[in-house]
């Protein structure tokens, strides 16, 4: 941040009066501009046939991680809910409608500022195509899914665990779960 958003003076970064952060502050009108995380929302949008279970994926089309696979996931827009945001996110990037289902993961990635949450979904047909932001949208089983190509480290964690909990839901053995974990920089993935 340079400018002040409510005057347009340059702002300063420095620790305000009773904070213990650095903060870009206006000296000009006093405004104290907090930066907060980002909520990245998405949904793992499943698909049942013949006793398998695929789910979803998109090819990036957009930098970061251009042609990798991820979930359909984006920023939370203000005035949206998450299961709003999710429900989007799944029609913008995979042009797939969805039945939304619990929250499955919430990942904290703390050194890029963001907060991750993905939830269960069903897809409602067939009817998929890649939204501007996706190349090429492709149902995957537990064994087609490219692990050496997926973008993130939480799309990774988020359907590895999805398919852990969803053997333990097939065997009975189990029910979905809520996963939530911390990603660190030192575990992310090269590029
Ligand atoms: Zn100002």
Same mark, same amino acid.
């Given at each position: 941040? @340079?400018?002040?958003?409510?005057c347009?003076?340059?702002v300063?970064?420095? &620790?305000?009066?009773?904070?213990?952060r650095?903060?870009y502050v206006?000296?000009?009108c006093g405004v104290?501009?907090?930066?907060?995380p980002?909520?990245?929302i998405?949904?793992?949008?499943?698909?049942?046939?013949?006793?398998?279970s695929r789910?979803?994926?998109? @090819?990036?089309?957009?930098e970061?991680?251009?042609?990798?696979? +991820?979930?359909p996931?984006g920023?939370?827009?203000?005035?949206? +809910?998450?299961?709003?945001?999710a429900?989007?996110?799944t029609?913008?990037?995979a042009?797939?409608r969805?039945e939304l289902h619990?929250?499955?993961?919430?990942l904290? &990635?703390?050194?890029?500022?963001?907060v991750?949450?993905?939830?269960?979904?069903?897809?409602?047909?067939?009817?998929?195509?890649?939204g501007?932001?996706?190349?090429?949208?492709k149902?995957?089983?537990?064994?087609e899914?490219?692990?050496?190509d997926?973008?993130?480290?939480?799309?990774?964690?988020t359907?590895?665990?999805?398919?852990?909990?969803?053997? @333990?839901?097939k065997?009975?053995?189990?029910?979905y779960?809520?996963? +939530?974990?911390?990603?660190?920089? @030192?575990?992310?993935?090269?590029g």
């Amino acid at each position: 941040m @340079k400018f002040c958003s409510e005057c347009a003076h340059p702002v300063s970064l420095i &620790v305000p009066t009773d904070d213990n952060r650095l903060r870009y502050v206006c000296e000009q009108c006093g405004v104290i501009h907090y930066q907060n995380p980002k909520m990245v929302i998405g949904s793992i949008p499943a698909w049942e046939h013949d006793g398998e279970s695929r789910v979803l994926l998109c @090819k990036r089309a957009i930098e970061p991680r251009l042609g990798y696979w +991820t979930l359909p996931a984006g920023f939370m827009e203000n005035d949206e +809910t998450t299961s709003e945001a999710a429900r989007r996110e799944t029609l913008e990037e995979a042009g797939a409608r969805i039945e939304l289902h619990g929250l499955f993961s919430l990942l904290n &990635v703390p050194h890029v500022h963001q907060v991750h949450m993905f939830y269960r979904a069903t897809l409602l047909d067939l009817n998929y195509e890649a939204g501007i932001e996706s190349l090429e949208v492709k149902l995957f089983s537990e064994e087609e899914i490219p692990w050496e190509d997926i973008a993130f480290p939480t799309v990774a964690y988020t359907l590895q665990s999805y398919f852990s909990d969803l053997k @333990k839901v097939k065997s009975g053995e189990g029910a979905y779960e809520l996963h +939530t974990h911390d990603i660190t920089k @030192k575990l992310r993935q090269p590029g």
